[in-house]
């Protein structure tokens, strides 16, 4: 039980000091010089010393602590778990902590019979049968112990069946070697076989991009897997991590809001062979619907992606995350291509993996992009002032014609007066 409750606190220790993250710099964005000059000194000074704390990790870790956690005897309901999630340095410990504690145990209680029967008192007498042939002392209990535990049987010490008691010791021993066998060298595989350990071979890009695709404004991150074996059945999902304040009032912070990569679509399902470009259109359901390249240096956010699939050679399920904070979201960038054709094969090149290039994109938001659009489509008389303007012009058209038509009337009526006096 002592090495149960310390393993659990040294898990939760554990999990603090994977936790720690150093904090990022915000470069000062580049603004045009009238925006720079509107904005006041020291807020652009703190700006550039501001710092952002993630919520996940470049390497996928979470950055959360777990503090005020009372209930830590749920720690030793799963204490497979519990040391499974352990350290290496910490895991091995308790692995031969575990195994020489029992062989130890096991030792002095053999002692002890060998002790109390008289066995000590005659050592050499051929005329006395002791529990345990050859044993002399604790030392000779203690490789008597680890023999039995470990079904080694060398031959030279051997319980007799004069010794009830040792054949009873025998028994328990032998099937608790077995449980901690089973316990310990299971929970050293599973810790050898992790599936996050696969995770280390799929990459994630540096940066994310935003630029137009198909005439579509896109914020787009890259993904690759190192190994040719691949992963079955991957599929990514994006998240938007940031604060929010509801109608009510109430404040939610780190809300999680989904970032649509293609799931009514399919396009979440790849087929992760090379680095594939994930791509979000940004549309009236995106939550960067109104957000521009001014202002997205100055927003809060961080877009966690997380690639999940099976590892075909066990089987295992394996994911594997990345996150993007403002500052390494580019605006006006696509990503340099890494695929070429070769004689009879393709090639990736992982050295332009992360690498990106300058594009013509709009600096305006998707909102205004799409209201821009739809006024260009509209006719002329889209309004209803050029509506009623172009009604005005057509009745001061018609009554001019009228009033043309009632004097060449008139003309003609004096013509024929004149004509009757003469």
């Not at 000091?17 to 000059?37: F, G, M, N």
């Not at 956690?69 to 499974?84: G, H, Q, S």
Request: a negative charge; proline letters at 3%.
């Amino acid at each position: 039980f002592f090495l149960f409750s310390t393993a659990a606190n040294v898990l939760e220790e554990d999990s603090m000091e994977q936790d720690i993250e150093s904090p990022v710099t915000i470069h000062q964005p580049k603004l045009p010089k009238q925006a720079r000059e509107d904005l006041p000194k020291n807020i652009s000074k703190e700006c550039a010393k501001r710092k952002i704390q993630r919520y996940v990790r470049k390497d996928g870790k979470c950055n959360v602590h777990h503090g005020n956690v009372r209930e830590t005897y749920r720690y030793l309901t799963d204490i497979f778990t519990t040391l499974v999630d352990l350290k290496w340095r910490f895991n091995l410990l308790i692995f031969v902590m575990v195994y020489t504690v029992t062989w130890l145990f096991f030792g002095m209680i053999w002692w002890l019979i060998a002790y109390m029967r008289g066995d000590m008192d005659h050592i050499g007498d051929s005329t006395w049968t002791p529990c345990v042939s050859n044993l002399n002392g604790f030392v000779s209990a203690f490789l008597f112990s680890i023999e039995t535990e470990t079904t080694i049987g060398y031959g030279y010490r051997v319980i007799t069946d004069k010794c009830p008691e040792g054949i009873i010791l025998l028994l328990v021993q032998s099937v608790l070697g077995s449980i901690v066998n089973a316990f310990m060298v299971g929970c050293m595989f599973v810790k050898i076989s992790q599936p996050k350990k696969r995770a280390e071979t799929l990459v994630f890009s540096t940066n994310a991009v935003i630029s137009m695709r198909d005439g579509k404004l896109c914020l787009m991150f890259r993904v690759g897997d190192l190994r040719n074996s691949h992963i079955v059945e991957a599929s990514i999902r994006a998240k938007l991590i940031k604060s929010k304040q509801t109608k009510e009032g109430e404040f939610i912070p780190l809300n999680q809001t989904d970032i649509n990569v293609g799931y009514y679509t399919g396009d979440d399902r790849l087929f992760l062979v090379s680095p594939l470009i994930i791509s979000h259109e940004i549309n009236q359901q995106s939550p960067f619907w109104e957000i521009s390249k001014a202002q997205l240096p100055k927003e809060e956010l961080e877009i966690v992606v997380i690639l999940e699939g099976m590892v075909e050679a066990t089987g295992m399920t394996c994911q594997a995350r990345s996150s993007y904070i403002t500052s390494e979201i580019l605006w006006g960038y696509r990503f340099t291509p890494v695929l070429t054709l070769e004689d009879g094969f393709y090639e990736v090149d992982y050295n332009s993996f992360h690498e990106t290039y300058e594009t013509n994109t709009p600096v305006y938001s998707a909102k205004e992009l799409a209201e821009m659009a739809s006024r260009a489509e509209l006719p002329l008389t889209w309004s209803v002032s050029s509506k009623l303007d172009q009604h005005a012009e057509l009745e001061t058209e018609e009554e001019e014609k009228n009033q043309e038509d009632q004097n060449e009337r008139n003309g003609d009526v004096a013509n024929l007066e004149n004509e009757s006096k003469v």
